[in-house]
């Protein structure tokens, strides 16, 4: 009966897409899920509207109010703009910028967004062709706009599309506005509501200009031109896994003096139907196949790679044993933040202003590297809009050195406000060059590191639980672990629990429980034992899954012990993720 209810109401909803106002292609695929005698894609493309959430709209490409295209993203981008008018209604010309990454349909999105601003009397700069997002950041912030889009689904399968939208920092949107265009987005509830008829002459075509100053900035950072110059020849293979890297990125290692860049010409094609790979995403092994064949090849010092809209970074390096082994989101963040706390004491350029940031799901050694070179370090939640919220809040009272997160993003600068490869790719390279000047291998500096500061091991999982069922079982799933609250952790008593979703800390020992200090709530859990251990639990809040990271601690007494430290560490995340259920 419950079955029959739903679809009955997700008929009634599809019809809706049948009348005018919808083109002929789209009433076509929805009159075909009608039909169909299997109601699941029926059921999957309406049971809901694809809902814009605080960071905008991801979803599967598709006919259906639970899918993206042109309809869900023009709504988005008329609720949006009914907001700007509002927000910014004392400006006489309100602007935007608007990007998109290689995916199927992102260029028609983005066309489809730069219309709807524009019928609606905003500026719009739209680029030429796919940029990567953290340009997108950069443009908005260098052209002194209100607002942005970027139509990226980031490392997201093929089958995916999304739209991220900016503020007038560069920044993803945080409170007040993200609620309030969320107010403003589900108010439009008719596609006659939808200004698609675009005016061109409020559309300026943007692409090298912006490109140039983007690259000669980042260019600017550099910590070690002449390091860089005596290890010209570095051999770095880079690939950009069929995305907007392609260009940007080779280029922006060349300026920083580097020439000796190794392509993987069967990802060199720009494609959102990502070829090679099953997913597009440099933290999979899958990803790195052909990059790290090539760095055998050629026996390359590293290897980078970009994601498909080039905010992600990827690295590989040798090991003890001389294999090209995948280096986690966690040790990435470890080895930017140590070396531009270690590079700027070298230089004696450290003040007693600087900062860093992390998320709270990012590696603890971060913390004990800053407190050892007594610099201040941010804790925020999952999603570098939150780090941008720190580095806004800092302005005028602390230099920002640098800030990431384990999923594999960071930022190295200021005039960006998103995750950025397109700096930190040539900053990893420096980094290089930087360890092999002193006689050291990258995986000579990551142990010297573990040594001084504690070693520490990551176990990142996902578990995918898709479509309307999946999202309920997540849900259940986090409740049980509310309810039922881990006492133990491999054996290591459970001492303090951080739940962020009622800002609440709890010291087991003591039954004490004390405020957590962040700017708003998030579903959240973290666990932390007398050991040292980590556990942090989290659903994602842009794909149909729930997130273990797990974090185990020890000490290093000498690089010879380092392979037998990971296999003991390992042996303990293996162990821990099964008692969770989630192996």
Same mark, same amino acid.
């Given at each position: 009966?419950?079955?029959?209810?739903?679809?009955?109401?997700?008929?009634?909803? +599809? =019809?809706?897409?049948?009348?005018?106002?919808?083109?002929?292609?789209?009433?076509?695929?929805?009159?075909?899920?009608?039909?169909?005698?299997?109601?699941?894609?029926?059921?999957?493309?309406?049971?809901?509207?694809?809902?814009?959430?605080?960071?905008?709209?991801?979803?599967?490409?598709? +006919?259906?109010?639970?899918?993206?295209?042109?309809? @869900?993203?023009?709504?988005? @981008?008329?609720?949006?703009?009914?907001?700007?008018?509002?927000?910014?209604?004392?400006?006489?010309?309100?602007?935007?910028?608007?990007?998109?990454?290689?995916?199927?349909?992102?260029?028609?999105?983005?066309? @489809?967004?730069?219309?709807?601003?524009?019928?609606?009397?905003?500026?719009?700069?739209?680029?030429?062709?796919?940029?990567?997002?953290?340009?997108?950041?950069?443009?908005?912030?260098?052209? *002194?706009? =209100?607002?942005?889009?970027?139509?990226?689904?980031?490392?997201?399968?093929?089958?995916?599309? *999304?739209?991220?939208?900016?503020?007038? #920092?560069?920044?993803?949107?945080?409170?007040?506005?993200?609620?309030?265009?969320?107010?403003?987005?589900?108010?439009?509830?008719?596609?006659?509501?939808?200004?698609?008829?675009?005016?061109?002459?409020?559309?300026?075509?943007?692409?090298?200009?912006?490109?140039? =100053?983007?690259?000669?900035?980042?260019?600017?950072?550099?910590?070690?031109?002449?390091?860089?110059?005596?290890?010209?020849?570095?051999?770095?293979?880079?690939?950009?896994?069929?995305?907007?890297?392609?260009?940007?990125?080779?280029?922006?290692?060349?300026?920083?003096?580097?020439?000796?860049?190794?392509?993987?010409?069967?990802?060199?094609?720009?494609?959102?139907?990502?070829?090679?790979?099953?997913?597009?995403?440099?933290?999979?092994?899958?990803?790195?196949?052909?990059?790290?064949?090539?760095?055998?090849?050629?026996?390359?010092?590293?290897?980078?790679?970009?994601?498909?809209?080039?905010?992600?970074?990827?690295?590989?390096?040798?090991?003890?044993?001389?294999?090209?082994?995948?280096?986690?989101?966690?040790?990435?963040?470890?080895?930017?933040?140590?070396?531009?706390?270690?590079?700027?004491?070298?230089?004696?350029?450290?003040?007693? #202003?600087?900062?860093?940031?992390?998320?709270?799901?990012?590696?603890?050694?971060?913390?004990?590297? +800053?407190?050892?070179?007594?610099?201040?370090?941010?804790?925020?939640?999952?999603?570098?809009?939150?780090?941008?919220?720190?580095?806004?809040?800092?302005?005028?009272?602390?230099?920002?050195?640098?800030?990431?997160?384990?999923?594999?993003?960071?930022?190295?600068?200021?005039?960006?406000? #998103?995750?950025?490869?397109?700096?930190?790719?040539?900053?990893?390279?420096?980094?290089?060059?930087? +360890?092999?000047?002193?006689?050291?291998?990258?995986?000579?500096?990551?142990? #010297?590191?573990?040594?001084?500061?504690?070693?520490?091991?990551?176990?990142?999982?996902?578990?995918?639980?898709?479509?309307?069922?999946?999202?309920?079982?997540?849900?259940?799933?986090?409740?049980?672990?509310?309810?039922?609250?881990?006492?133990?952790?491999?054996?290591?008593?459970?001492?303090?629990?951080?739940?962020?979703?009622?800002?609440?800390?709890?010291?087991?020992?003591?039954?004490?429980?004390?405020?957590?200090?962040?700017?708003?709530?998030?579903?959240?859990? =973290?666990?932390?034992?007398?050991?040292?251990?980590?556990?942090?639990?989290?659903?994602?809040?842009?794909?149909?899954?729930?997130?273990?990271?797990?974090?185990?601690?020890?000490?290093?007494?000498?690089?010879?012990?380092?392979?037998?430290?990971?296999?003991?560490?390992?042996?303990?995340?293996?162990?821990?993720?099964?008692?969770?259920?989630?192996?």
């Amino acid at each position: 009966m419950a079955d029959e209810l739903l679809i009955k109401q997700v008929t009634e909803k +599809a =019809q809706i897409w049948l009348s005018e106002g919808y083109d002929n292609e789209t009433q076509a695929a929805v009159k075909a899920m009608i039909e169909a005698e299997d109601k699941t894609d029926l059921i999957e493309s309406f049971y809901k509207d694809l809902e814009f959430g605080t960071g905008g709209l991801r979803g599967i490409m598709g +006919a259906g109010s639970n899918r993206m295209n042109i309809y @869900t993203v023009g709504s988005a @981008t008329q609720g949006l703009a009914n907001y700007l008018k509002e927000a910014f209604k004392d400006l006489e010309q309100i602007k935007v910028v608007v990007g998109h990454d290689v995916r199927n349909n992102s260029r028609l999105f983005a066309e @489809t967004v730069a219309n709807v601003f524009s019928a609606n009397g905003i500026k719009v700069y739209l680029f030429e062709d796919c940029r990567p997002t953290p340009e997108v950041s950069y443009a908005i912030r260098k052209l *002194g706009c =209100q607002s942005g889009v970027n139509i990226t689904a980031s490392h997201n399968p093929k089958e995916y599309n *999304g739209y991220k939208a900016y503020w007038d #920092d560069g920044a993803q949107v945080v409170s007040p506005h993200d609620v309030n265009i969320i107010d403003y987005v589900n108010r439009i509830k008719d596609v006659k509501e939808i200004k698609f008829d675009g005016n061109p002459e409020l559309i300026e075509i943007i692409g090298e200009n912006i490109d140039s =100053q983007y690259i000669e900035e980042i260019a600017a950072l550099s910590l070690s031109p002449e390091v860089n110059k005596r290890q010209h020849d570095l051999k770095i293979v880079y690939t950009p896994i069929h995305g907007v890297g392609r260009y940007i990125i080779p280029r922006s290692i060349e300026r920083w003096g580097f020439d000796n860049i190794i392509h993987v010409p069967e990802q060199d094609v720009m494609s959102g139907d990502f070829p090679t790979v099953d997913s597009p995403n440099p933290e999979n092994a899958s990803a790195m196949a052909l990059a790290i064949k090539k760095a055998e090849e050629v026996q390359a010092d590293l290897v980078l790679a970009s994601d498909p809209d080039a905010d992600r970074i990827g690295l590989v390096i040798k090991n003890t044993k001389g294999e090209y082994a995948l280096v986690n989101g966690n040790q990435i963040q470890i080895i930017f933040l140590y070396y531009l706390m270690a590079r700027n004491a070298e230089l004696g350029m450290l003040k007693g #202003d600087e900062y860093i940031v992390k998320t709270i799901v990012t590696s603890e050694t971060i913390r004990k590297i +800053a407190e050892k070179q007594n610099i201040k370090m941010f804790d925020v939640f999952t999603g570098f809009k939150w780090i941008a919220t720190v580095m806004r809040e800092m302005e005028g009272k602390g230099r920002y050195l640098g800030g990431g997160e384990e999923s594999y993003g960071f930022l190295p600068q200021t005039f960006v406000r #998103d995750k950025d490869s397109v700096s930190s790719i040539p900053l990893m390279c420096e980094i290089a060059a930087w +360890a092999k000047d002193k006689g050291m291998t990258m995986n000579d500096m990551l142990i #010297d590191i573990y040594k001084t500061y504690g070693y520490s091991k990551e176990l990142g999982i996902s578990v995918v639980r898709k479509g309307k069922s999946g999202a309920e079982e997540i849900v259940a799933m986090m409740k049980n672990f509310r309810e039922n609250p881990l006492k133990e952790i491999a054996g290591s008593p459970v001492v303090t629990i951080k739940d962020f979703q009622s800002l609440e800390q709890k010291n087991v020992v003591a039954g004490t429980v004390e405020k957590l200090d962040m700017p708003t709530t998030s579903n959240v859990l =973290q666990y932390f034992t007398e050991d040292g251990t980590k556990v942090s639990i989290r659903p994602s809040g842009t794909e149909p899954k729930i997130k273990f990271y797990i974090e185990v601690h020890d000490t290093l007494d000498c690089a010879e012990n380092y392979d037998a430290k990971n296999e003991w560490a390992q042996e303990k995340l293996n162990k821990i993720a099964k008692d969770l259920g989630c192996a």
